[in-house]
């Protein structure tokens, strides 16, 4: 925790000046250079985080494939996002990007010396075109400016300072979601032909140790539960009792067969979930299968798990755009998140239509705009959301 907050100081205290003087700079050489006509060769789209941010930048992704289908995309990710790159799908028989580049900021931030040959690098791959998919932070930014490409795009973020090193931005406005964010700054550069519809590409290995992890049906839906948000994302969590509230009635009514996700350090919610759930004088069907799924697993595997449940209830956390773009029936709750902007979309067919949002019913929901400025430290609106409503949207998903 110490770690991120200084890396978000950093990022604030330097990121700004550097940027405002950089971007200066690069001004000055746009006005003695002429732009290209010529459709770009190389182009270098950043997105350092999250998993459930880089699954809903698919369109975008798909719509400068198809837009520039003999260009060479390097993509520059994170060890957080980089495994979501294996299920991107194709466009023509061609990969989203061809090249990968991973970068480590904590590693820098412990041995800045590193950074210079690393910039350097990307410099001397003389990309003609970045597009900087990120919101906030000031580091791609940097990256932009040092690359120096003729044509540079990102977002221009109120009260965050970092669109001085673009000569090309878009604002991002809170009530459009985040697909469409990212398809309005893809089309800065031309690239315009997406459905907007998220979409992964899974590998049949996945989808195999999937169909082996799973339980059989009981004749009933097959429904999960991903009742966590990860380490700094309890404030978008529902509560354990509601899941176990809304198990039984499933359990009773609908003889469903109940799963629970999570990563590693989710198990244990996710068990203790599964042994209420599963107590004796609590199940109302003996034969009710009810299994704790959460624990380490690849992306694939567990965006194929997601695809093998026929609905998916959770908060809004990366669960959530993974089981919606591997084609799952999505119950979205949301509390300090707008579901405006982060509600789920994509699938198969699905498009929004397969999906339901639940937003909770306190007065300041949602305070979130870009992900980390909760309105306040109580955080009450989650169990705020009534298991009833809950229950109807997934009963309404069954029928």
């Known amino acids: 925790m110490r770690a991120n907050l200084l890396m978000k100081k950093l990022d604030r205290w330097l990121g700004i000046p550097l940027v405002l003087l950089l971007g200066a700079c690069l001004r000055v050489r746009d006005l003695f250079c002429r732009e290209s006509t010529t459709d770009p060769g190389r182009l270098l789209v950043s997105k350092l985080s999250a998993v459930g941010?880089?699954?809903v930048l698919i369109p975008a992704l798909r719509a400068l494939r198809r837009r520039y289908p003999a260009a060479q995309i390097t993509f520059l990710c994170s060890s957080i996002n980089v495994?979501?790159?294996?299920c991107f799908p194709t466009v023509g028989g061609r990969r989203l990007v061809d090249d990968i580049i991973l970068w480590d900021l904590a590693a820098y931030a412990k041995q800045p010396w590193t950074l210079l040959p690393f910039l350097r690098s990307l410099r001397a791959c003389r990309f003609d075109v970045t597009i900087d998919f990120e919101q906030w932070i000031r580091a791609t930014s940097l990256v932009t400016a040092v690359v120096g490409a003729p044509r540079r795009f990102g977002?221009?973020?109120?009260?965050?300072?970092?669109?001085?090193?673009?000569n090309g931005?878009?604002?991002?406005?809170?009530?459009?979601?985040e697909v469409r964010n990212f398809l309005a700054l893809a089309a800065l550069a031309d690239a315009r032909d997406d459905d907007g519809a998220p979409r992964l590409a899974l590998p049949s290995d996945a989808l195999a140790w999937a169909d082996a992890q799973l339980p059989p049906r009981t004749g009933g839906p097959r429904i999960a539960f991903h009742p966590g948000c990860g380490a700094t994302g309890r404030p978008r969590e529902w509560p354990a009792a509601h899941y176990v509230e809304l198990g039984r009635r499933l359990l009773a009514e609908h003889q469903a067969t109940l799963v629970l996700t999570g990563g590693p350090g989710e198990r244990d919610l996710a068990e203790r979930i599964r042994q209420a759930l599963a107590a004796p004088s609590q199940t109302p069907n003996p034969k009710s299968e009810i299994q704790n799924a959460a624990g380490p697993t690849t992306f694939a595997q567990f965006a194929a798990l997601l695809s093998r449940c026929d609905i998916l209830v959770c908060?809004?956390?990366?669960?959530?755009h993974i089981g919606a773009a591997a084609g799952t029936h999505v119950v979205g709750?949301?509390?300090?998140?707008?579901?405006?902007?982060?509600?789920?979309?994509?699938?198969?067919?699905?498009?929004?239509r397969g999906h339901t949002v639940l937003q909770s019913s306190i007065w300041c929901s949602p305070c979130l705009d870009l992900g980390f400025e909760y309105g306040c430290d109580t955080y009450p609106c989650m169990p705020l959301i009534e298991v009833a409503r809950v229950y109807q949207a997934v009963a309404g998903l069954i029928e």
């Open 169 to 177: 931005t878009v604002a991002a406005p809170p009530q459009q979601h």
């Open 83 to 86: 495994d979501v790159t294996g």
């Open 315 to 320: 908060g809004n956390t990366g669960a959530l």
């Open 333 to 352: 709750l949301h509390g300090p998140t707008n579901p405006n902007k982060w509600g789920p979309v994509g699938g198969d067919g699905l498009g929004d």
């Open 53 to 55: 941010d880089t699954v």
């Open 155 to 166: 977002f221009r973020t109120k009260g965050q300072h970092r669109h001085y090193a673009y």
